[in-house]
């Protein structure tokens, strides 16, 4: 199995396609168009990666074993990482004894996850079109992955259909209204003054869903899963104000990319208030204890 692991492994990455010789899977390239959102999505995470894991990797690292806890993810479970980022999830799950396909629209987070991780098929590949033949999988997950598809029910019914009968799909996303944490960096850019772009790509009113408990299940429950459970999970992310800072200024998220358009005066008024605004959550030491988070659901493949 390995080898054949391997071997689809540089099939995938070639754009070709390979079928395992055991287990089933397909991974090949998938040439569909996609909407405004998702091609906005896309760019504004394009060359990223690194910034990413300074920042927001981190703080999305921390529900990453809760994810795979809900999903029930142990040795010999066949895995699919929709949506790898760095590969934390994916790395977790293959130390648990699981065989893991790690996919994600950008090549640069591919390739940084490969660092860390060997021992998988990475593809490049997003829901809701997924390279993966239906029912290969014990276990779909997607850490803070369905909030950034322009059609999340879709995105939803593929992490389905690729999963077997009694197998789980689990997925996080931010809540609704947002935390201290999510909070603090638009905060600083309403303090310095600065005006939000207009227009901006938004997910269909009929594809989008509400970022609740309530919302979340009703989406996982459209999608076909039973006994579906969305609980909230809360806790402090602890960083410092520097590593904080370096997600905006290494332009993550959509206020990321907005700094990286503003004339130095505008930066460094938003670094001050940002400074202001964060040292309500400084620690005696001088980290920060930023309060957030997520939705965590899981539901089982009928």
Not at 164 to 191: I, M, N, Y
Request: net charge neutral.
């Amino acid at each position: 199995m390995a080898t054949a692991i391997g071997t689809a492994v540089v099939m995938c990455l070639r754009g070709t396609s390979r079928t395992s010789g055991r287990g089933g899977l397909v991974v090949s390239d998938s040439a569909a168009a996609v909407r405004e959102f998702d091609r906005h999505e896309r760019d504004r995470w394009k060359g990223r990666a690194s910034a990413y894991e300074a920042s927001v990797g981190a703080l999305c690292a921390f529900t990453a074993p809760l994810v795979l806890d809900a999903a029930g993810v142990a040795a010999g479970w066949r895995v699919i990482d929709a949506g790898t980022g760095p590969g934390t999830l994916a790395r977790l799950a293959a130390e648990r004894g699981a065989l893991v396909v790690a996919l994600d629209g950008e090549r640069g987070m591919l390739e940084l996850a490969r660092t860390h991780l060997a021992s998988a098929v990475f593809c490049e590949a997003v829901l809701p079109r997924l390279p993966v033949r239906g029912g290969w999988a014990d276990a779909a997950v997607a850490n803070f992955v369905i909030n950034h598809l322009g059609d999340p029910p879709a995105g939803m019914a593929e992490a389905v259909r690729v999963v077997r009968s009694g197998g789980k799909v689990a997925v996080t996303v931010w809540p609704s209204p947002p935390p201290a944490l999510q909070r603090l960096w638009g905060e600083a850019f309403d303090a310095a003054g600065v005006t939000r772009p207009e227009g901006l790509p938004r997910v269909p009113e009929d594809r989008n869903f509400a970022r609740t408990p309530r919302g979340v299940t009703d989406l996982l429950c459209g999608s076909g899963l039973r006994d579906v459970d969305c609980e909230t999970i809360t806790w402090s992310h602890r960083t410092d104000l520097e590593s904080w800072w370096s997600g905006p200024a290494g332009g993550i998220g959509t206020l990321g990319v907005l700094m990286r358009g503003q004339p130095a005066e505008t930066v460094a008024a938003i670094r001050r208030e940002y400074q202001r605004l964060a040292n309500g959550y400084l620690n005696s030491d001088g980290t920060l204890a930023l309060p957030t988070a997520a939705l965590l659901a899981v539901g089982t493949v009928p």
